[in-house]
């Protein structure tokens, strides 16, 4: 069963415009780490660092840590350090795992990107190969779900069930699911947010037509978002 569904709103002034979704699964995320320390640590689909911002926060350890994005504006948005290298790659391309090796004990993390990945199976099968610690958190197909049954279109993610078989061809997995809901003042600021967020993504795009029809009958004043939360092991890599 799901947690108690956290709820925020679009206005709240402690949080960013645009992520304060992504921002809650990321520090979520970190929250589950063991305080220890690693060789290195990669951020798949690190966007403008929130999973380090969190960690910098926290009694995690590391010598290394790896920021990978295939934004360069986002790596730009990144902190930077000493410690930290930027990798710009994609995590749907082979040759992106060719580039870099990881000595144990090291930790795998990836907040709110793997739902993108074009392959999961292939991006799972480089990923676990790296490392065999792995933490994760993934937007499921439950996300905006009232918003793609009003519209009747299909979401452009995978859903929990999917997740969790692909996962578990690589990994020992223990799983969490997490609700969120982003409450809004009007249905128009709900519809700019969809836009601007990067959360709804994908090629099931609406017509302006089609839009405003949706406007008008969607029913809730706010938007679903479901994360599933992953503490994984890897079947293959080495161990620390």
Same mark, same amino acid.
């Given at each position: 069963m799901p947690n108690a569904i956290q709820e925020f709103s679009r206005f709240a002034h402690q949080y960013d415009t645009y992520n304060v979704i992504q921002a809650e699964v990321a520090k979520s995320l970190v929250k589950q780490l063991p305080r220890t320390h690693y060789t290195t640590i990669i951020d798949i689909g690190c966007g403008s660092g929130e999973v380090y911002r969190n960690i910098e926060r926290t009694k995690v350890s590391f010598d290394r840590f790896?920021? $990978?994005?295939?934004?360069?504006?986002?790596?730009?948005?990144?902190?930077?350090?000493?410690?930290?290298?930027? $990798?710009?790659?994609?995590?749907?391309?082979?040759?992106?795992?060719?580039?870099?090796s990881l000595e144990p004990p090291s930790l795998i993390l990836s907040s709110s990107a793997l739902?993108?990945?074009?392959?999961?199976?292939?991006?799972?099968s480089e990923i676990s190969k790296k490392a065999s610690q792995a933490y994760f958190a993934i937007f499921t197909s439950n996300t905006f779900k009232t918003l793609h049954q009003t519209a009747k279109i299909t979401s452009p993610i995978y859903s929990e069930n999917v997740l969790r078989s692909t996962i578990e061809r690589y990994y020992h997995a223990a799983f969490e699911i997490k609700e969120y809901r982003l409450h809004f003042e009007t249905v128009r600021e709900m519809f700019s947010y969809i836009?601007?967020?990067? @959360?709804?993504?994908?090629?099931?795009?609406?017509?302006?037509?089609?839009?405003?029809?949706?406007?008008?009958?969607?029913?809730?004043?706010? $938007?679903?978002?479901? @994360?599933?939360? @992953?503490?994984?092991?890897? $079947?293959t890599a080495p161990s620390a």
């Open positions: 790896m920021a $990978l994005d295939s934004s360069e504006k986002m790596l730009e948005l990144h902190p930077s350090g000493p410690e930290i290298e930027k $990798l710009c790659a994609d995590f749907n391309k082979p040759e992106t795992f060719e580039t870099f739902q993108w990945s074009k392959d999961l199976d292939f991006t799972l836009k601007k967020s990067g @959360v709804s993504g994908g090629d099931k795009q609406l017509t302006y037509t089609q839009m405003k029809q949706l406007m008008k009958r969607y029913p809730l004043a706010y $938007l679903e978002f479901e @994360v599933l939360f @992953v503490k994984a092991r890897s $079947l």
